[in-house]
Structure formats: C-alpha cells, structure tokens
C-alpha cells in the first residue's frame, strides 16, 4: 500500500463522510487488535532472566500491552508509519519496561560506562558503583531464553513475524469490510 | 516505551531492492526497460484507439442497422459524448444506450431525452443504460410519445425500485414483457409500476412480479371463455375491467371485481386462470392501505424523481470520479491518434537505442545497485560503523590511525567511484530520454489535465516505476557527485602524502614503538617500561618524559572490609580490589 493511496482515499472518505476514517479505523482495530493481543499473550509470564524479577522499573510484567496504530495522515516528524501494533510492558514513570529491554536485547551499540562517576555518600567522598546496564550477560541470557532467527525483536516481533501473512490477511479483510459497508451506505443512499 | 511493529508503512520499504529484483526478472534490461516506456505510452495510446474504435462502432451500429445518418446522426453522436461525459457513465456506454434507444424508433428530442434520463438512472444505480434504454423506450412506445415522455417513464421505473424490493437492474430488463399487456389493459404506466412494487415486497423478485403482472392484465385483454362466463356471471365483461383500470385505477378495478363475486377468491382465480395472474390480484386484494399508498401512491407521485436520485449521486465520491474518468476518456477520442502519431517515431528510436547499449547500462545497474544495496540494506554499513566504534581510541590517540583509515578507505571510494561514475552518467542520458517521452506523453494530454485528476492519477501510477527509478538514480547521481568531489579534492591536495606527520609532532605523537622500530627527529613517540612514557628525538640525543610527568588522574578503589576483618584479610582485599580494577582499566601501579 502507498502513501499517495492511502492519503488520496482518506481524503476522499473524509469528503463523503467526516467519520470514514474513524469507521476505517474501527474496522482495522477490530481486526488488528485480536491479533495484536494473542502476539502478546504468547510472551511468557515469566521473566526470562531471574534477575528480572524485582519490582523496579525495568521489572518483568508478563503479557505486555497491546494496542493499534492507524496514522493515515501527513507526519510532521517524517514518520512512514501507517499501520502498526504497539507493545509495551509499561512506562518508564510506572515501571514495568522490562519487556521493552528485552524484546530489543542486543540491539543497543552503546556499550555503557563500567562505573558511575565519583561520588559522596554517607559523609564519605570518593564512592563509585559498577554500571549494569544492557550488557553482554543480559544479551545472552535472552538469546539462550528465546532463541530467534533474524536480528529482530525476541518476543512480540518474534511471534509477528510467523503471523505475517495471517495478520496482512487481517488487513486485508478489514479494508474489503470496509469497502462492503461503504458500498451498503451508498446503496441505501440510492434508494432513499 | 514501546514496541512497535509497522504492519503498512506510507512508502515502499523494500525500495531499491524492489526495483533491482523487478529489473532482474527481466530477461533482456534493455528490451524491458523498452517494454516499460512502451507500456507507460501505448497505455495512453491503445486506451484512446480503444475508445475511439468502440464508441465509432456503436455509432456506425446506429448508422448501418438503425437508419439514422447525416446530420442527425450527428446530433445523437454528440449528444452521446456530452450526456456521458456528464453524467460519468462515458461516451461508449451512452452510444451503446443511444443504439438500443436508436432501434426502438425514438428519433431527435425524444430520442436525446430517453437517453439523458436511462444515462441518469443508470448513474443513480437502476442498472445497466442498454437495459435502461430499453424499458425506457419500450414504455414511451408502448403508450406513445404524447402520452408519457421518456422522462416520466424514467420517473415511474425509478420510483418503482424505490417502493418495491428487488434488484433494480432485473426489473430495468424484463418490465418490457408487461408493457403491451399493460397498455392494453387500460393500466396506466404508475399502475403498473406500483404493482409491481407491491409484489417484490413479498417475493422480492422483479422479473417473477412482472411475469405475474403480465398474467392479470392478460387476463382482461384475451379472457378465457371461463373467465368471459365468469364476468358474465356477476354483469361485466373484459371491457368493462379495463375501462374500470384506466378509469379508477388497478386497486380499486380489482376491489370492484372481488366485490362483485362476493369475496369468492376461488371464483376470482378461475376468472383469472393462471396461478400468476390470481397471486398478483390476491396480494394486491390483501394489501392495505397503507401499503397501497407505499406503493402505488409512490409511483403516481415519481414525478422528478430520476433527477433528485441523480443529483444524490452526483454529489458521491463515487461519481465524481466516473465524470473525472468519462472527461478523461473522451479526451481521449480526440487526442488518441495525435499521440500515436508523435510518439511512436520515438519510441522506436528509443527501443532501437536501447538494444544497442543495453548490456552496457545492465552492467551499470547491477553495479549501482549492488553497491547502494551493500550500504544500505546489509550489514557492512553497520559494521563500518562498527569499525569506526572501534577504531575511534586510536583515531584520538595518534593522527596516524587517520592516515590508515584513510588507507583503509581509500580503496573502496576509488573502486566505487570509478566503476559507477560512468555508469551514472549513462543513466542520466537514459532518464533524459524516458523523461523526453513522458513530458511528451502528458503534454499532449493538453488542457484537459486540470479537469480530469482521475485519468493523470492512473497515467502517473503507470509511469510511476519510470519515475521512481529516476528519482532514485538522481539522489544516487548527487551522492556519488559528492563523493567524487571530496575525493578528488583530497587527490588534488596531494591524497595520503598531504598528511604531513612531521608538522603536527608538536601537539600530538608520532606513534607508537613499545616493541620497537625507527623513529624520525622532531617527533614524539610513545615507548616505556614501567609504564607509558613519551620519547621525543632531537639532534644530538633527545628527551623521555617519564610516566609520572603525563599527568593523570586519581584512582578510586573501593574495598568492603568490615571492621572487624584482620589486617592480612584487609589487605587481600585490597590486592583482589586492584587487581579487578586492573583487569578492566589498566596498571595501578608502573612496575619496577
């Protein structure tokens, strides 16, 4: 599908009826999200590695949230997104963002700093504390939880990629939905 | 934070890849890159010769098989164009409309307005214009022009979808079995049209509700002797039905009759004497008033009614672009062979051109693509980055790391630029050339452009291909410009020579002989045993700066001893505390 489609049809919608994209949107949610929500049921409950089970911001939360993306219109920002599902385990105030790290582990380059700068603490100058972030150990430990072909994501991005053709199928169904209805309308348009 | 895994991005991801593979399906590049101008100016060409041919065709029908010829062949012809354009169901269509309208004796106003009207109804959705055209020029020739007009018989077939429940198109084809019947009867065309309404709404079927109309007006225009008796019977006769039908209407004859024998329906169906003919008398017997005014009160009253469901479609989306394809299209009629005409010396040029240099520019491609793929879509462009990560220590520790990298690079620009510079310059004649047939293409498309989006969209969608390739090599052209540029300015100042070590020793190193090696005057080097130490060479001797007088930084290292823990195991932790720390951030101390 191409912008210049997509862009022209909504416009087109948007003249016949101000609420054809949110109904577009609709018939793609109804369809994309299902779909979007069994991709998340299939991650574990449990945290691949122990050290994940904390309660931290980076804690493992299981069944990451679901949800759609339909974004037909021009991006400021560049974006070529137009129709996508979003995963997340939780937001970096609330915590829970251990699924984030995980589903793109070994995707960073920044290799980190082995230790904090100096610091006081206690009335005692000169403290310093190793930096553990997103490190070799954490690579591979997910790598041996959830081995996966590819270098994309390890659990959702995983599962999408084996329900490729099932999920554009999903889309497919949902716009031919769509036209169907829309078709209805203008009949009964007709025959009023 | 979130994960996101795009399902439909707005432009092609696939991108350069797409179009090497579509490429390299091909057998022969240049007889398909010949192929795909071809196809992008013969779509322009083989569409208007289409179109002209047919609509020519369906004229000349009207001309060889109906009779009409001269002037007012001419009129209809162009009225044709104008009124399918207008209502976007195309010339074509509206000459096939204009043949059936032609055959059935319409001539002049009368002709223009059926076919106005069945263009009209089509476009509201009422069916096919040939079936339109001829249940509208059946009924204006079944009850005569002075009678009822073609806009009213459009009026009454639309009302009649409107009030009933059946698929539009199916009545538009058989109502004209029930015409004569229906004329003869007395019915007036509203009747008839009400009725039918009035049965669909049980059976749903047009063609089935108008067989069975068919069946009850037969019956009062050649009643069996049963049915004569019958009507005998109760004081009428045939005649009397139809003067009661034309005079009072279908409903209230049919009430009349059921009145007169007394509510019998038995009696009524024999007098009918066909199950057809008594259903439909029954259902209309049974229904309501309110049903009756649905249906047959509807219909009498269709008067502007083909107009009002035109101008809601008109208003569609839908329409829109059928007026914008139909203008399109009969531009096309005009322009069709002017195109042909001017574009067919080029291309053969074209093809002929490209024969001769095809292999040349395939070789081109693949090269071009295969080094913008290996960039952009493999894993060298990360591992480059990868490298420079990598290398970066040593890039800010000595200037000579710079000069291997440039080295290291040196290479692969001069291969790159050499083998694709050429090859770039080819492309750019080659999208010159295909360029010259598109502007040639749209250009004589002329001043219908602004009117007919719908037509230039399909046309850019069939050049797209064309045009996306040369964007592509474009934005590849200006790359490698710049890449040429930069390097041919680092040749020009004299490439890896210009690098002059010996002017730069004063702030920076010369590089690096821990395990030994020459070493020039005036520069410094780093050497050292007990740890790193600079030695710079001068005339008559030269000068180590000891390690201690590098400057450095103060090491933390912290131990956890508890103070409880003897000396001697405070002091392995210290040991254990250093040597981590020197596993991971180099010597503590410099050895003795």
Known sequence: MRAEGVASVTRELRSLDRKAVNELRKQMRARVVPIAKEIAGEVPQQAPLSGMNHNGVTRWTGTPRASMSFTPGKSRGGGTRLLGMKFTGGTRSSGGIGFDYSELAGSSKRPGSQFSKVYERGGFGGQQHRVTGQGLAFNRGIRAFKPIRGKGGYFVFDSALKKHSRIEGMGEVAIAQFMRDATNDLQRLRAR | MAIFIPLVTKFDDKGLNNARNALSKFGSFAADVAKVAAAAISA???????????????????????????????????????????????????????????????????????????????????????????????????????????????????????????ETSAFAASIGRVLPFAKQAGSSLEDMGGAVALLTRTNTDAAQSVTQMSALFRAFVVPTAEAQKALDSVGLSAADMRDAIANQGLPAALDMLDEKLGGNREQLGRLLGSSEASSAAFQILDADAQTIAETFGVVNDAAGMTQQAFDVMQDTTENKFAVAMATAKDSLLEIGSAILENVSPHLDSFIEWMEQNGPAIETGFIKIF????KFITSEILADIIQAFADMWPEIEETIESLGNLVLALSPLLEGTLDNILPMIGDMASIMSDITFFVDETVGSLGAWESDSG?????????????????????????????????????????????????????????????????????SSYLVGEMGPEIFTPAAGGGHITPNKSLGGSNITINVNAGMGANGAQIGEQIVTAIKRYERTSGPVFASA
Do not use: C, H
């Not at chain 2, 029908?61 to 195309?90: H, M, N, Q, S, W």
């Not at chain 2, 079944?142 to 009822?148: E, L, Q, T």
């Not at chain 2, 295969?370 to 793929?373: I, K, P, S, T």
């Not at chain 2, 230039?456 to 934005?475: F, G, T």
């Open chain 2, 370 to 373: 295969d080094a913008v793929n």
């Open chain 2, 44 to 166: 322009v060409g083989v569409a208007s010769v289409r179109e002209a041919s047919q609509f020519e065709s369906s004229i000349a029908k009207v001309e060889g098989l109906v009779g009409v010829t001269g002037e007012e062949l001419d009129k209809l012809a162009g009225a044709a164009r104008r009124l399918g354009v207008e209502t976007g169901k195309g010339a074509l269509e509206a000459g096939e409309g204009l043949f059936v309208i032609a055959s059935s004796g319409l001539r002049g106003a009368a002709a223009i307005e059926a076919l106005e009207f069945s263009l009209k109804a089509a476009t509201a959705g009422l069916g096919e214009t040939e079936d339109i055209a001829r249940a509208v020029s059946g009924a204006v020739n079944a009850y005569g022009a002075d009678i009822i007009g073609a806009a009213d018989a459009t009026d009454v077939i639309v009302a009649t979808a409107r009030a009933g429940n059946f």
């Open chain 2, 454 to 522: 719908g037509f230039i969209k399909m046309l850019e969608l069939q050049l797209n291909p064309m045009l996306r390739l040369k964007e592509v090599l474009s934005q590849l052209a200006g790359l490698f410009d710049r890449a040429r540029d930069a390097f041919e300015r680092f040749k020009a100042a004299g490439g890896l020579n210009s690098v002059d070590l010996s002017a730069i020793n004063t702030s920076t190193l010369g590089g690096r002989r821990a395990s030994g090696g020459p070493v020039a005057g005036g």
